[in-house]
DNA sequence: ACCCCTGGCGCAATCGATTACATTGATTTC
DNA sequence: GAAATCAATGTAATCGATTGCGCCAGGGGT
C-alpha cells in the first residue's frame, strides 16, 4: 500500500501538537486555544485527513449509525417512512443504513448488527423478526436500542410508533356505508401480521357499528403482494353471490384485484367499489384513482428516530405512540 | 454499564487458552488442534461471545461491508437491482448497506464511507455523484472500490454495468413502427442523465432507420417522476398536431401520463400507443397492461457486485458490461 | 510574596481483535 | 543420534482515535 490515508497522527504533526489536541480540537473546539484550534484545522486541510469512524467507534463505543429494517424494499409504501426517518436523523448527525429483512431470515445478520457495535440501534419496519434475536438487542446496554415503526410485536417491552390501523378500517369502512354500501367485503393482509389484525378488528367493529354482518366467503386472504390481489380477484369472480365494495389492506394487492378484475369485464367503481390502504404514490394515479387510507409515513419515521434516540440516551421512550389516519377519497367508490 | 459484552478475551479465559488462538480457532479452523478448536467452540457458546466487528475492521482494515447508493429509494425500479446485488453479496460474506444518495446532497456523507473505512466500497445507481467525491473513492487503495450500476459518469476510469438502453429504445420504435406508427413522440427523462441521453440516441437511431421524422414538438421534457409524466400529458394535450404513438423514457412517468390523459378522455390503446421503460412490478398491473422495455434488473446487481469484488481484491474488471433489454409487448400498444 | 486554581496541552493507557514473531515439544531425515 | 522441520500455541505489537491523569505556566486572591 503505497500511500496510506493520513492518520491523526499526520496531523499532529503538521500542526506540531500532539494527537491528542488533534482529537480536542475537532472534537470539543473550546477545549483548546483559538491558536492551536486554528493550526490544527489548516493541518486538516493539508494532509486532508478525515477521521477514521472505525477507530473512534471502537473508542466511544458509539457509531452514529442507525440500520433500518425493511420487510422489503420493493414495497413502495415504505420509502416514506424511510425519509422521515431519514430528516430526524440528519438533524441529529446519524447516518441511515437501510437493510432488507429478508436476506436475514437465514442468517442472524440482525443479530450481528447489535451485537457488533456497527450500529448504534435498529429501526424495524418488519413486527416479525427472529425471536431468538430480539433479547440479544438489550444486552449489555441498559435500554434496548430497538424500536418498531408501523409493525411491532407485542410482549418484548420494545417501543413501538403505529398508524391507526383500526381507526383507519373504520373509516373506510364508514365511507362505503355512507355511500349506501351495505355488502361489504374485505381482502386480508398475510396471515399472522398484526397490520392484518389490526385492519381486520377496525373492518368488523365498524361492521357492527353499522349493524352489517361480516360474511366469512367475503373475507378473502392476501399477503400485500400485487400477486394476491390477483389471486384474490379470481375467488371473488367465482362468488355465487358478490359484495358490492370491497376493503382491501393496502393498495398494491388494489391493484393486482382491480386489475384482473377488469380483465374479465368487472370494472371499479362501475361495478364494485373499492377501498385500499395506504396511499402510495401511484395510488393517485392509476386508473381509476384509488379512494385509500393515508397514513402520514413522512411523521412516523420521524418519529421513530426521535423514540429510538430517548432509549439510546437511556431515557424512557413513550412505548406506545399512534399517529392517526385519513381516508382519501377518489374515484374506485361510489353510491350504489 | 453493569455486563459489558463478552470479549474474545472472556472467551480465551473461559477455553484456557490465549486470545491469539481463540482468534485462530475462529478465523483459521486448521490451523489449530482439533481438541483446542471444540474447547473454543464451547467456550463461545457459554460465553454468548460474538465477534466484535469494530475491533476487527480497524485492524483487518476491511469491513465485509459494501454501500450502494440509491438516488431514490422510492422508486421501485431500484429494489430488484437491490435483491440482485444482496443475492450475490450474501453469497460472499458481504453485507449490503443502502442509502439515499438525495441527504448526501449536501453533506459529504459518501466521502466519510469511503474515506473512513466502514464500508469496502460502494456501488452507485446514480450517475451524478459530486464530482469531488470521486477521486476519494480510490484514495489509499489499488483500485477504486466504485461500481456504477445503471447510470454512470464517463471518463473517471470507474467501472460501470449498465442495461442496452440503446437498443431498447430501439426495439422501442421498431415495435411501434411494426404496428404501423410513423408518427412517434418521446418523452425524455430528466436533463442532463445519462440515460435520457441513451434512450433518446436509441430513439433517433431507430427514427432515422425507419426514416422517419423526429419533430422537436414530440420531444417532451420529463424527470422519471409521476408528476412529470403527468405534465407532458397535458403539453401533449395541447398540441395542436398529435402523434400517434409515445414511447416513455420509464414507467413511472407513464403513469402519470395516461392516467392524466384518461382523465381528459384520451385513452390508451385506443388513441395513442404507449411503449415506457423498465417494466417495474405494476407495470403488468396497470390498466391498460404497459407494453414497456424490460432490463434485467436481478443479473445487473448481481454482476454490479461482482465487479466490486474484482475491483476490491485488485483485479481488472472489465470497464464496461452492458446487460440486454428485452421488449415485453402488452396492452398500451396496437396498430393503427 | 505565597498559594491555589485553571486553561491548555502532552503522555500513555485503552477500546477488542489480529498477526508477526518467538517458543516449545515432537517428529522426520540423513 | 544429531539436526532440521513442523505443528500448536503464546507474547506482544498493532490498527487509529479517544480520554483520564498529570504537568506547567500564568492569573487572582489574601
Redesign the interface.
Given at each position: 500500500?503505497p500511500?496510506?490515508?493520513p492518520t491523526i497522527r499526520d496531523v499532529a504533526r503538521a500542526a506540531s501538537v500532539s494527537a491528542a489536541t488533534v482529537s480536542r480540537a475537532l472534537s470539543f473546539p473550546d477545549k483548546v486555544s483559538e491558536a492551536t484550534r486554528l493550526s490544527v484545522l489548516r493541518a486538516v486541510q493539508d494532509t486532508?485527513y478525515?477521521?477514521?469512524?472505525?477507530?473512534r467507534?471502537?473508542r466511544r463505543r458509539t457509531?452514529g449509525?442507525i440500520?433500518v429494517f425493511v420487510p422489503?424494499?420493493?414495497n413502495?409504501f415504505?420509502?416514506?417512512i424511510?425519509?422521515g426517518i431519514?430528516?430526524a436523523a440528519?438533524r441529529a448527525g446519524y447516518?441511515?443504513?437501510?437493510?432488507?429483512t429478508r436476506?436475514l431470515a437465514g442468517?442472524g445478520?440482525l443479530?450481528?448488527f447489535v451485537?457488533?457495535?456497527?450500529a448504534d440501534g435498529l429501526i424495524s419496519l418488519d413486527g416479525v423478526l427472529p425471536r431468538q434475536i430480539l433479547p440479544a438487542a438489550s444486552?449489555?446496554?441498559r435500554t434496548p436500542a430497538l424500536v418498531f415503526a408501523c409493525e411491532w410485536q407485542d410482549g418484548l417491552g420494545i417501543p413501538s410508533v403505529r398508524f391507526d390501523n383500526e381507526g383507519g378500517a373504520i373509516l373506510a369502512v364508514d365511507h362505503l356505508v355512507s355511500l349506501g354500501h351495505a355488502r361489504i367485503g374485505h381482502l386480508l393482509g398475510p396471515a399472522g401480521n398484526v397490520l392484518t389484525g389490526a385492519r381486520l378488528a377496525g373492518f368488523t367493529t365498524a361492521m357492527a357499528r353499522h349493524a352489517l354482518p361480516v360474511r366469512d366467503d367475503w373475507i378473502l386472504q392476501g399477503d400485500f403482494t400485487?400477486e394476491s390481489?390477483?389471486r384474490a380477484a379470481r375467488e371473488w369472480l367465482d362468488l355465487a353471490d358478490r359484495p358490492s365494495a370491497m376493503f382491501l389492506a393496502n393498495d398494491?394487492m388494489a391493484?393486482?384485484f382491480?386489475?384482473?378484475l377488469?380483465r374479465h369485464g368487472v370494472e371499479v367503481p362501475r361495478d364494485l367499489s373499492v377501498v385500499a390502504f395506504d396511499d402510495i404514490?401511484?395510488a393517485e394515479?392509476?386508473?381509476p384513482?384509488l379512494t385509500t387510507v393515508r397514513q402520514p409515513r413522512h411523521e412516523i419515521g420521524e418519529a421513530a428516530f426521535t423514540t429510538f434516540l430517548e432509549a439510546f440516551n437511556g431515557e424512557v421512550p413513550e412505548m406506545i405512540r399512534t399517529l392517526p389516519a385519513t381516508l382519501i377519497v377518489r374515484e374506485s367508490t361510489r353510491a350504489v
Amino acid at each position: 500500500m503505497p500511500n496510506r490515508l493520513p492518520t491523526i497522527r499526520d496531523v499532529a504533526r503538521a500542526a506540531s501538537v500532539s494527537a491528542a489536541t488533534v482529537s480536542r480540537a475537532l472534537s470539543f473546539p473550546d477545549k483548546v486555544s483559538e491558536a492551536t484550534r486554528l493550526s490544527v484545522l489548516r493541518a486538516v486541510q493539508d494532509t486532508g485527513y478525515a477521521v477514521n469512524q472505525v477507530a473512534r467507534s471502537l473508542r466511544r463505543r458509539t457509531t452514529g449509525t442507525i440500520v433500518v429494517f425493511v420487510p422489503n424494499i420493493g414495497n413502495q409504501f415504505f420509502s416514506r417512512i424511510l425519509a422521515g426517518i431519514e430528516s430526524a436523523a440528519s438533524r441529529a448527525g446519524y447516518t441511515v443504513l437501510i437493510s432488507d429483512t429478508r436476506p436475514l431470515a437465514g442468517g442472524g445478520m440482525l443479530m450481528d448488527f447489535v451485537r457488533n457495535n456497527r450500529a448504534d440501534g435498529l429501526i424495524s419496519l418488519d413486527g416479525v423478526l427472529p425471536r431468538q434475536i430480539l433479547p440479544a438487542a438489550s444486552a449489555g446496554r441498559r435500554t434496548p436500542a430497538l424500536v418498531f415503526a408501523c409493525e411491532w410485536q407485542d410482549g418484548l417491552g420494545i417501543p413501538s410508533v403505529r398508524f391507526d390501523n383500526e381507526g383507519g378500517a373504520i373509516l373506510a369502512v364508514d365511507h362505503l356505508v355512507s355511500l349506501g354500501h351495505a355488502r361489504i367485503g374485505h381482502l386480508l393482509g398475510p396471515a399472522g401480521n398484526v397490520l392484518t389484525g389490526a385492519r381486520l378488528a377496525g373492518f368488523t367493529t365498524a361492521m357492527a357499528r353499522h349493524a352489517l354482518p361480516v360474511r366469512d366467503d367475503w373475507i378473502l386472504q392476501g399477503d400485500f403482494t400485487l400477486e394476491s390481489g390477483v389471486r384474490a380477484a379470481r375467488e371473488w369472480l367465482d362468488l355465487a353471490d358478490r359484495p358490492s365494495a370491497m376493503f382491501l389492506a393496502n393498495d398494491e394487492m388494489a391493484f393486482g384485484f382491480i386489475s384482473e378484475l377488469h380483465r374479465h369485464g368487472v370494472e371499479v367503481p362501475r361495478d364494485l367499489s373499492v377501498v385500499a390502504f395506504d396511499d402510495i404514490d401511484i395510488a393517485e394515479r392509476y386508473i381509476p384513482a384509488l379512494t385509500t387510507v393515508r397514513q402520514p409515513r413522512h411523521e412516523i419515521g420521524e418519529a421513530a428516530f426521535t423514540t429510538f434516540l430517548e432509549a439510546f440516551n437511556g431515557e424512557v421512550p413513550e412505548m406506545i405512540r399512534t399517529l392517526p389516519a385519513t381516508l382519501i377519497v377518489r374515484e374506485s367508490t361510489r353510491a350504489v
